[in-house]
């Protein structure tokens, strides 16, 4: 049944923000946004802008 895919396994999804979305953005307010949100994960846009590639 469509309903049971992924049980069988028990992979549960994961939900993770882009900082593409967001890519007006700094970064901290970025992490502390999906932290204070809940999401499980961060994919890192790594553009021209310093904070992007040269994270303390």
Do not use: C, H, Q
Not at 34 to 54: N, Q
């Amino acid at each position: 049944m469509a309903s049971d895919r992924g049980n069988d396994a028990g992979i549960g999804a994961k939900i993770t923000l882009s900082t593409g979305a967001l890519y007006s953005w700094a970064l901290d307010r970025v992490f502390e946004l999906a932290a204070a949100t809940g999401y499980d994960g961060i994919e890192l846009l790594v553009d021209a802008r310093m904070d992007s590639y040269d994270v303390p």
